[in-house]
């Protein structure tokens, strides 16, 4: 590994709170690069946003070195069931409704919920493969913060208040997010103590324990007394993948996003392509024609996702033709982490324990995802698929470059309004020239099927326009239910998105001379 240089530089981190870029910053003013910063700022969201991520869970990083070279690490779920009878591969869920405040959504919790977990084994390697400061430096921010605990802010408040009913399902839950009988309200301290502990393990062990010894057979055990399909098989067995990026043209500037078999980044694709029918910038930031526009593409993606189109590969020509006519003539989440540091390594990346499915791995303070009771990830039903699959998924981690630069890296939770939000942010910097923060606090909306979503902001006259030709469902405030982008740009003002209390920072730091691992 090489020594830090003397010659400074400007790096860019931002996500979901500001103890998570708090972290990333740290580990870049140590001499850390990129990658290092990513993995341990997402370490420390497992303790500042308790209610989006969890090393039970799995997520993407999308990753291009200083060199140029970029990939694709997937450490998504994969269904569980190796070594299962077929008749025991049924799904035992426990139905929660979480309720936004103009919106609802269903989701399965429950252990027959729980997918075979990636997050812990992909952010190892990931700093295996790329990192360059020992484990224990990238660790300690996280460590001491599940020791000393993380004030609640106004924001966590919401999301925990939104998922308590999966929070306390279980004696464990109750124990940290209800402690004294009182659930955890903004103000108070959330502490993880077995988490720091656990997290201490992984500097010998790194995640053998989890994935091959004893508390993989503890977890085996759990799930097959409680109607749960994960064995310790499965665990055995879940490796990272090394994927190549999809690549995606908008407008002369390139997107880099999640490839197949993930869903989520070839739609943003199909979506960026569809919006090249018109030029936006002429429309009007927020005009009827603009708003427009954006609603026909939301629909057409959805109307040709139903179909099992997910890209401009899968629909050929003809059908892209089609498609394009058809917006033409209409037109009269999960957190995220992006860092950019001083030597041109960028890094972004999407994670997520979906809800949670209220179980959490014995003695590890770690709640367990609940990806196989999210229908959305399962088009065709659940538990069609085969033991060991990789699930398919909304995430779309992303890096636009201007040239052969890096420009910006984004990403997004928000379930089914992830690729929306990235349209709207990409558009909102590429066609009206926004920089990072006005691009992300400009209110977006989403075609949830049946009726606009839309957050408070745009015009009134723009809005009655839409109303003569779709149903609207008008928001009292912006919320978390548009997603959360957190965009991080090599040498100017990145952004957190603040419908998720996000935070961003530009900061100095002595360049390292390149030597990101390939």
């Given at each position: 590994?090489?020594?830090?240089?003397?010659?400074?530089?400007?790096?860019?981190?931002?996500?979901?709170?500001?103890?998570?870029?708090?972290?990333?910053?740290?580990?870049?003013?140590?001499?850390?690069?990129?990658?290092?910063?990513?993995?341990?700022?997402?370490?420390?969201?497992?303790?500042?946003?308790?209610?989006?991520?969890?090393?039970?869970?799995?997520?993407?990083?999308?990753?291009?070195?200083?060199?140029?070279?970029?990939?694709?690490?997937?450490?998504?779920?994969?269904?569980?069931?190796?070594?299962?009878?077929?008749?025991?591969?049924?799904?035992?869920?426990?139905?929660?409704?979480?309720?936004?405040?103009?919106?609802?959504?269903?989701?399965?919790?429950?252990?027959?919920?729980?997918?075979?977990?990636?997050?812990?084994?992909?952010?190892?390697?990931?700093?295996?493969?790329?990192?360059?400061?020992?484990?224990?430096?990238?660790?300690?921010?996280?460590?001491?913060?599940?020791?000393?605990?993380?004030?609640?802010?106004?924001?966590?408040?919401?999301?925990?208040?939104?998922?308590?009913?999966?929070?306390?399902?279980?004696?464990?839950?109750?124990?940290?997010?209800?402690?004294?009988?009182?659930?955890?309200?903004?103000?108070?301290?959330?502490?993880?103590?077995?988490?720091?502990?656990?997290?201490?393990?992984?500097?010998?062990?790194?995640?053998?324990?989890?994935?091959?010894?004893?508390?993989?057979?503890?977890?085996?055990?759990?799930?097959?007394?409680?109607?749960?399909?994960?064995?310790?098989?499965?665990?055995?067995?879940?490796?990272?993948?090394?994927?190549?990026?999809?690549?995606?043209?908008?407008?002369?500037?390139?997107?880099?996003?999640?490839?197949?078999?993930?869903?989520?980044?070839?739609?943003?694709?199909?979506?960026?392509?569809?919006?090249?029918?018109?030029?936006?910038?002429?429309?009007?930031?927020?005009?009827?024609?603009?708003?427009?526009?954006?609603?026909?593409?939301?629909?057409?993606?959805?109307?040709?996702?139903?179909?099992?189109?997910?890209?401009?590969?899968?629909?050929?020509?003809?059908?892209?033709?089609?498609?394009?006519?058809?917006?033409?003539?209409?037109?009269?989440?999960?957190?995220h982490i992006s860092v950019c540091d001083s030597e041109g390594n960028a890094a972004?990346?999407?994670?997520?324990?979906?809800?949670?499915?209220?179980?959490?791995?014995?003695?590890?303070?770690?709640?367990?995802?609940?990806?196989?009771?999210?229908?959305?990830?399962?088009?065709?039903?659940?538990?069609?698929?085969?033991?060991?699959?990789?699930?398919?998924?909304?995430?779309?981690?992303?890096?636009?470059?201007?040239?052969?630069?890096?420009?910006?890296?984004?990403?997004?939770?928000?379930?089914?309004?992830?690729?929306?939000?990235?349209?709207?942010?990409?558009?909102?910097?590429?066609?009206?020239?926004?920089?990072?923060?006005?691009?992300?606090?400009?209110?977006?909306?989403?075609?949830?099927?049946?009726?606009?979503?839309?957050?408070?902001?745009?015009?009134?006259?723009?809005?009655?326009?839409?109303?003569?030709?779709?149903?609207?469902?008008?928001?009292?405030?912006?919320?978390?239910?548009?997603?959360?982008?957190?965009?991080?740009?090599?040498?100017?003002?990145?952004?957190?998105?603040?419908?998720?209390?996000?935070?961003?920072?530009?900061?100095?730091?002595?360049?390292?001379?390149?030597?990101?691992?390939?």
């Amino acid at each position: 590994m090489n020594a830090p240089g003397d010659a400074p530089g400007k790096a860019g981190a931002a996500g979901g709170h500001r103890q998570t870029i708090e972290a990333a910053c740290a580990i870049l003013r140590a001499g850390g690069n990129a990658f290092d910063a990513v993995v341990a700022a997402g370490f420390v969201a497992v303790m500042a946003e308790p209610a989006l991520a969890s090393l039970g869970g799995g997520g993407f990083l999308l990753a291009r070195t200083a060199q140029g070279r970029a990939a694709l690490f997937d450490f998504f779920v994969n269904t569980p069931g190796h070594g299962l009878p077929t008749g025991r591969l049924e799904p035992h869920f426990l139905p929660v409704t979480v309720r936004f405040p103009a919106s609802e959504q269903a989701f399965n919790v429950g252990l027959g919920s729980v997918a075979v977990p990636g997050a812990l084994r992909g952010y190892l390697h990931i700093h295996r493969r790329l990192g360059r400061l020992p484990l224990s430096a990238v660790l300690a921010p996280a460590i001491r913060l599940a020791r000393d605990g993380v004030a609640i802010n106004a924001k966590q408040a919401y999301l925990l208040d939104l998922l308590t009913p999966i929070l306390t399902l279980t004696a464990a839950g109750r124990a940290l997010f209800q402690p004294a009988g009182r659930f955890l309200q903004e103000g108070d301290v959330y502490r993880n103590p077995e988490l720091a502990a656990f997290l201490e393990t992984l500097l010998q062990d790194g995640e053998r324990a989890f994935y091959e010894g004893e508390l993989a057979q503890r977890l085996s055990r759990d799930m097959r007394d409680g109607g749960g399909l994960l064995t310790i098989a499965d665990l055995a067995v879940y490796r990272v993948i090394e994927r190549e990026p999809l690549p995606a043209e908008y407008r002369g500037y390139r997107l880099l996003t999640n490839p197949p078999p993930s869903f989520g980044g070839s739609l943003l694709a199909l979506s960026l392509r569809l919006l090249e029918a018109r030029s936006v910038a002429e429309l009007g930031f927020g005009s009827p024609a603009h708003l427009a526009l954006l609603t026909a593409v939301m629909q057409e993606t959805d109307r040709r996702r139903a179909e099992g189109y997910l890209s401009p590969t899968d629909l050929g020509q003809p059908g892209l033709t089609e498609s394009l006519a058809r917006v033409r003539a209409t037109s009269s989440g999960t957190t995220h982490i992006s860092v950019c540091d001083s030597e041109g390594n960028a890094a972004s990346m999407t994670v997520s324990n979906g809800e949670g499915s209220g179980y959490f791995a014995p003695g590890t303070g770690i709640m367990l995802n609940n990806m196989m009771g999210e229908d959305d990830l399962h088009p065709e039903g659940f538990h069609v698929s085969p033991p060991g699959m990789r699930v398919a998924s909304m995430m779309a981690p992303s890096l636009l470059l201007n040239g052969d630069r890096v420009w910006l890296a984004l990403g997004s939770g928000g379930s089914k309004r992830i690729r929306t939000a990235l349209l709207q942010v990409i558009s909102n910097t590429v066609d009206f020239a926004m920089h990072p923060p006005a691009a992300v606090e400009a209110p977006r909306l989403h075609w949830d099927g049946e009726r606009l979503q839309v957050e408070p902001g745009f015009d009134a006259a723009a809005l009655a326009a839409l109303a003569e030709r779709w149903p609207l469902n008008h928001w009292p405030v912006q919320d978390v239910y548009f997603g959360g982008v957190h965009v991080a740009a090599p040498d100017s003002e990145g952004a957190g998105d603040s419908r998720r209390g996000g935070a961003a920072a530009l900061i100095e730091v002595k360049g390292p001379v390149n030597d990101a691992r390939s």
